[in-house]
Structure formats: structure tokens, C-alpha cells
């Protein structure tokens, strides 16, 4: 009797989903962002190539999910946005803050973050997060320069994780997010939409 190869769920397999993400984890590690491909994963974890689409749907969202990020940073900054360049560096200052000082999600988030400084981490950051999950967000507030504007940016947001709450740097950990807001904002609204050859504005 001729058997066919079995597509979609792997029988016997009660998580198949983890498994899958356990191979993706592997893969970015070893491979990057640029050289995994979903085709590979799906191999690597014994399943046909369409489960990992049914589950995740594209790279972008595999990668996200096995860096085990519990907010969607596209859907974090959508609102931000939509309301146009007019102020949005204090509205992606506000809002970022709103995320990481709750105490449930910046336990989550810190372990991320860990993971992404080891020594691995840092090429997903490069090839991954920042052009594939934050750079398409970003560019809709830049009108020219974005890959001068949105590294700028890039850059501002990391040292104030890395400040506030990794190191936990007493006057940046205790300050008041309005306070990060209005002395961090403007900076960063001239880094999206300012004059870059005019050099920094003074913070407030």
C-alpha cells in the first residue's frame, strides 16, 4: 500500500507550535534574520512549510514571536502614526514609556532585551528588529534621510532602555515620564523631522 507524506500537523506532536518556535529561535541565532528562511524552519521542526504560515503568517511575525515579544512594536506605534510627523516624537516617547513602566511588561520586556545585548542578539537587532519590525513604522514620520533619521532614533530609544532600565541610572529610573517626554521629545522630533545639518536642538 503507497503511503504519501503527511502535510501540516505532525501526528503525536501536542505543541507542535513551540517546537516550531524552538527551530526559528535556532535558526536566527545561528543563521541571522536575512539567511533564515521559513522553509528551513519548517524542516527543522519535521512540519510542512504552510503550518508555519498558518501559525505566524510571515518572517516578520515568526521572528517576532521567538524573540517572545509581548507587544507587537507595529501595533504599539500604529497610533503614533497615524496622527502624521506634527509632534511625534513626544508621542512615541509617550507611548513607549506607557509600555515599559508597567511593571508585568517590562519583566517580559527586560528578558527580550537581555537576550537581544548577548552576543548572538546583536545581529538580530541589526538585520531583524530594527529594519524589518521598526523601520517601516518609523519611515512613515520621515520625510527624506530615513536611513539617517530612523538609526538617530533608534539609537535615543535604545540608550534610554539601556539607562532607565537596564542599568537603572538613579536620575533616569526615578524621573517622571513626563519629565523623559519633555526633555527627550524634542530631540527626538528633530531627529524625524528637523534639519540634520542644523545639529541637535538643546532638550528642555
Known amino acids: 500500500m503507497s503511503t504519501r507524506s503527511s502535510r501540516g500537523r505532525r501526528p503525536g506532536a501536542p505543541d507542535t507550535r513551540a517546537e516550531v518556535l524552538d527551530a526559528a529561535r535556532a535558526s536566527f541565532a545561528e543563521k541571522g534574520f536575512r539567511a533564515t528562511t521559513i522553509r528551513a524552519v519548517a524542516a527543522s521542526a519535521g512540519v510542512d512549510p504552510a503550518l508555519v504560515h498558518h501559525y505566524f503568517g510571515s518572517k516578520d511575525n515568526l521572528f517576532l514571536a521567538a524573540l517572545e515579544m509581548p507587544v507587537d512594536p507595529r501595533e504599539l506605534l500604529a497610533p503614533v502614526v497615524q496622527l502624521g510627523p506634527d509632534g511625534a516624537g513626544e508621542r512615541l516617547l509617550r ?110
Open 95 to 204: 507611548t513607549f514609556l506607557s509600555v515599559w513602566d508597567d511593571p508585568e511588561i517590562q519583566v517580559r520586556l527586560l528578558a527580550v532585551v537581555r537576550s537581544v545585548l548577548n552576543e548572538d542578539g546583536g545581529q538580530l537587532l541589526k538585520e531583524g528588529f530594527i529594519p524589518v519590525v521598526v523601520g517601516p513604522v518609523l519611515s512613515r514620520l520621515v520625510a527624506d534621510q530615513p536611513e539617517v533619521r530612523i538609526p538617530l532614533v533608534v539609537s535615543q530609544v535604545v540608550g534610554l532602555i539601556v539607562a532607565r532600565y537596564v542599568l537603572a541610572l538613579p536620575l533616569m529610573a526615578l524621573m517622571p515620564p513626563e519629565d523623559l517626554v519633555a526633555r527627550m521629545g524634542p530631540v527626538i522630533q528633530h531627529y524625524l523631522t528637523g534639519d540634520l545639518a542644523a545639529g541637535v536642538v538643546e532638550p528642555v
